[in-house]
DNA sequence: CTAGGGTTAG
């Protein structure tokens, strides 16, 4: 080949074959093919094709989706050379990108550096939903006084931004007044917008707000009824939950894998086989076998329900075991009184790798106290912060409680108490009553139960809301 | 830029 050829090679792929790859990769990323995206985007580049403003978004979202920021950073170096950065669909997807991967510092970064940022909606919504995704709400709401300052135009998306936050504890008073503005904006109406305001409200355990609004909304989606299905399911308000998803039903909504999820776990706290094997049938017909989610819920279902075969026939098949799967087997040999076999899961998991969070201790530790490992569960509680760093909560200290309690060793349940830095709830002293009665100690039964009628408010700590003026009519819209 | 999901003692 000479010299010439070569570089009319090269010219061609850069120029006609640009095109067929842009297409290629959006269709990948359009479909959720994000590994598929980043390796069509790698075979664009060995072939010699120059990306470009229509190439880098694709790839962005995909790193994006599968949590990659040192591959998204060396695509931010990519499109610096090209000079494609000020690109707004370029500069968006970047600044999503760092906010997804928890680089919000970055995103912050690149969105100053670009003086344009400020005039246009979408580099303002691209960091707002950054800020909410790392729960840094003060910025959030900084950002967004910002907006109205410099009259950028505010759109439903500007609202997903400032109402998704709002949906961790504590911020709920801040969130009525986003709601305030929605509606002030004309924006509450906007399905989107509808459907994160009632998550919001049901998050916040302010599930008559929720079920308030979705009486209200008037073009309710599928996304809508699995919002408030699954809101009566965090909530524990299983009952609510099977009779919405039949009305659902009823109004011809076709179920999908997230209502199937919420109507699962209700099954598995009403101990509602019947209905549960349905869903798994429905689940099997649809072709959501595979779903890990669906998955988990399922083994979570058969093992409150009895069936330890059966779930554990499930988490065996399954390919993927998350931290989530291990918990809801190993919880469901504790309830049952094979700690052992729950104890022995763990380790495995361990070994296999899998690191354990608090919820997994929990199950862990009350599998020890179902079974009277009492010692085994002692050197769990110690490790779980010596070795992993997880700080007890509340309900490890119940576990802990009920533990040495059922062991009768009423004293050094009481010195663990004494010894606690986190506030003792109603669980705990009730786990502290139930084992006073067993080994007839009257006098800490009478402070169990002196402290078990103390109210345990549930730490709502408001926002005042105090730092978003009233919306004036004129500004922005 | 873009709304909804699984596991948790007593």
Redesign the pocket.
Known sequence: MTMKTKLYHHLQSTTTKNPQWNTLLREAANKSLFTKALSLYLHMLRSGASPNAFTF?FAI?SCAALSLPITGKQLHCHVFKTGCLLEP?VQ??LI?MYGKCSLIDNARKLFDENPQSRKL??CY??LL?GYALNSRVKDVVVLFCEMRELGVEING?TM?GLV?PC?IPGNLGLGMCVHGFCVKFGLDMD??VG??LL?MYV?SGEIDCGRKLFDEMPRK???TW??MI?GY??NGLANNVLELYKEMESKGFCP????L??VL?SC?HLGALSVGKEVERKMEGFGFSS????N??LV?MYA?CGNLKKARDIFDGMPVK????W??II?GYG?HGQGEVAVELFDEMIRGGIKP????F??VL?AC??AGLTNKGLDYFGVMERKYGLRPG??HY??MV?LLGRAGRLNEARELIESMQVRA???LW??LL?ACKIHRNVELAELAFEQSQVKHSKNKKDFSGHWLQEPNNNSSR
Not at 256 to 259: A, F, G, V
Not at 322 to 325: D, E, M, N
């Open positions: 978004p979202k669909f968006t997807s999503s909606t979408v919504n691209s939903s998306v997903l998704q949906g399905s989107s459907n994160c998550t998050k989606g599928l996304i699995n919002a699954n399911a965090q999908d894998p997230l209502t999820v919420g776990s598995a779903n890990p989610f669906l988990n819920a979570n409150r998350s931290v989530v799967s918990t809801a919880g309830m969070d608090g919820t997994a929990v199950s009350s106290s179902h509340a309900e119940s576990c009920d709830d109603g669980a009730g786990a139930g």
